[in-house]
Nanobody, 124 residues
Framework: QVHLVESGGGLVQAGVSLRLSCAAS????????AAWFRQAPGKERDFVAA???????YYADSVKGRFTISRDNAKNTVYLQMNSLKPEDTAVYYC??????????????????WGQGTQVTVSS
């Protein structure tokens, strides 16, 4: 497993932007898929975005065109750039990682390593 720590959450107004970061601790010696999930109170933990070792990225329909996932391998860090934020984006955001899959995965159960979460609150 890889130890992950999220940062960058906060309270923002609708329509503005925010960037989340997910840093991996120590050194890694293999390829990983990195993803972002979010969970609102009383709701399921939902897929947001992912990026595979090949650079392939994919998104939930609800954030497509607004959010961008990226990575900096030299810093062992994955980012989630969130633009045009809406109140319905309010949730705890988690980063996750696992082995490099040969296909796109969107289920939380497919990922073994998780960060502690960072709160994003979007006011209207």
């Amino acid at each position: 497993q890889v130890h992950l720590v999220e940062s960058g959450g906060g309270l923002v107004q609708a329509g503005v932007s925010l960037r989340l970061s997910c840093a991996a601790s120590g050194r890694t010696f293999s390829s990983y898929v990195a993803a972002w999930f979010r969970q609102a109170p009383g709701k399921e933990r939902d897929f947001v975005a992912a990026i595979r070792w090949s650079g392939d990225s994919y998104y939930a329909d609800s954030v497509k065109g607004r959010f961008t996932i990226s990575r900096d391998n030299a810093k062992n860090t994955v980012y989630l750039q969130m633009n045009s934020l809406k109140p319905e984006d309010t949730a705890v955001y988690y980063c996750a990682a696992d082995r490099a899959y040969g296909s796109r995965r969107r289920s939380a159960s497919d990922f073994d390593s998780w960060g502690q979460g960072t709160q994003v609150t979007v006011s209207s």
